[in-house]
Structure formats: C-alpha cells, structure tokens
C-alpha cells in the first residue's frame, strides 16, 4: 500500500516540483527591463503607405509645431447667454427644512 502510494502520488509530486522550481527565476527584479517588440506588421492588399500628413487638411486639423501630432480645430461663434440676477443671490440667514423620515439611530449601552 505504502509503495502503490509512493509510486502514484510522492514520485510524480516531487518529479513535477522539481521540473518547475528548476525552471523558475529567482533573480531580484531590481534588473527590470520593459519588453519591445520589433515586429513589421505587412498586409498583402495594401502596398501603400499612410502618412499622418495625408489627413492635414488645414481647415480644421493642423499639424503641431513640434512635429508630434495634429491638432483638431472647430470654431464657431457661440451665442451670447447671461445669467439671471436671481440665481445668483444667496439669502444669509436662511433656514432650509428637507421633507425626509427621520433616522432612527441604534442606541448602545456600555
């Protein structure tokens, strides 16, 4: 019984053990690099190349001034609003009720 234990269950157990704590890296990770990929991605319909530049329509999308990126431009004019006086007065002394149950609190004795 001991053996047919041994042999099914203790061997295996260690043998596996063994195999992953060998292929485990116990390094400090103070070395941390991150990952890059160099990979040329190639689709076989398209033989054409698609430059940001294409899309510069200097109407509304400009490109920045340090050659990073575009700019997104939509003007137009606003309407003009103004702000009712009475939204914008505030009573001092003023006392507000709200309409709610009131909370039962849980009283503790100690």
Known sequence: MRESFLKIF???FL???????VS???ESPSEFE???W????KLPLLQ????LEGMVDSV?????????GMQLVFEDALPTTSIDSDWLEVAVNQSIEFETDPVMNPELSV
């Open 60 to 68: 509304q999308i400009f490109p920045s001034s340090d050659s990073m």
């Open 10 to 12: 203790v061997f295996p």
């Open 34 to 36: 991150m990952p890059t």
């Open 24 to 26: 485990c890296d116990f």
């Open 38 to 41: 160099y990979v040329d991605i």
């Open 48 to 51: 054409e190349r698609y430059d």
């Open 15 to 21: 043998g596996l053990f063994s195999f992953f704590s």
